[in-house]
T-cell receptor
């Protein structure tokens, strides 16, 4: 039972290029979350998705960033026209179906994708 | 707005010492609180999850407590080992927040042999 799989582990992009980060949740997990960790900062929530639905994107920058979780395949975080400030570690997490109270039973995180913009 | 603070930001102890890491949060309306470990350049490993109705959880040499009314949690590590060196992150799952976690900045622990 593989954990949350993220790829690539490291990604280097030149300013203005596009970055695509992929996340495959744990088997049986239907909720996916993306977080960003800037240098010397804590993890910040970006977006919460279920299959084919964006549930909460309140942490996503308004421009250049988008996320999807299609019916088949991994979740994708896409950053268009990257800038130096996008350099960070991007983590994906998954959790099982939430309880009726709305609380998850805890997250499982992937190892992250470290994006460097040069 | 929920904010999570971890003190100290860094801690260095000799091997074998017992230690406590602190986490405080501003809004007691949470579903649960989770402690994670992050090794340099690696992902997050979940250590302990405490539901809001619980007071503590234990796993091996780790014990986490939760005082929801005062907005505090502690992570106690007994008989520390060099392999415990890592950054420890505290995160709360706020009620009504679509399950997104709010993280502290972490405590960087170094256990010296």
């Amino acid at each position: 039972n593989a954990g949350v799989m993220q790829n690539p582990r490291h990604l280097v992009r030149r300013r203005g290029q596009e970055a695509r980060l992929r996340c495959s949740p744990m088997k049986g997990h239907s909720h996916v979350y993306w977080y960003r960790q800037l240098p010397e900062e804590g993890l910040k929530f970006m977006v919460y998705l279920q299959k084919e639905n964006i549930i909460d994107e309140s942490g996503m920058p308004k421009e250049r960033f988008s996320a999807e979780f299609p019916k088949e395949g991994p979740s994708i975080l896409r950053i268009q026209q990257v800038v130096r400030g996008d350099s960070a570690a991007y983590f994906c997490a998954s959790s099982p179906r939430q309880t009726r109270q709305g609380a998850s039973n805890g997250y499982t995180f992937g190892s992250g994708t470290r994006l460097t913009v040069v | 707005k929920q904010e999570v603070t971890q003190i100290p930001a860094a801690l260095s102890v000799p091997e074998g010492e017992n230690l406590v890491l602190n986490c405080s949060f501003t809004d007691s309306a949470i579903y649960n609180l989770q402690w994670f470990r992050q090794d340099p350049g690696k992902g997050l490993t979940s250590l302990l999850l405490i539901q809001s109705s619980q007071r503590e959880q234990t796993s091996g040499r780790l014990n986490a407590s939760l005082d929801k009314s005062s907005g505090r949690s502690t992570l106690y590590i007994a008989a520390s080992q060099p392999g415990d060196s890592a950054t420890y992150l505290c995160a709360v799952n706020p009620q009504g927040g679509s399950e997104k976690l709010v993280f502290g900045k972490g405590t960087k622990l170094t256990v010296n042999p």
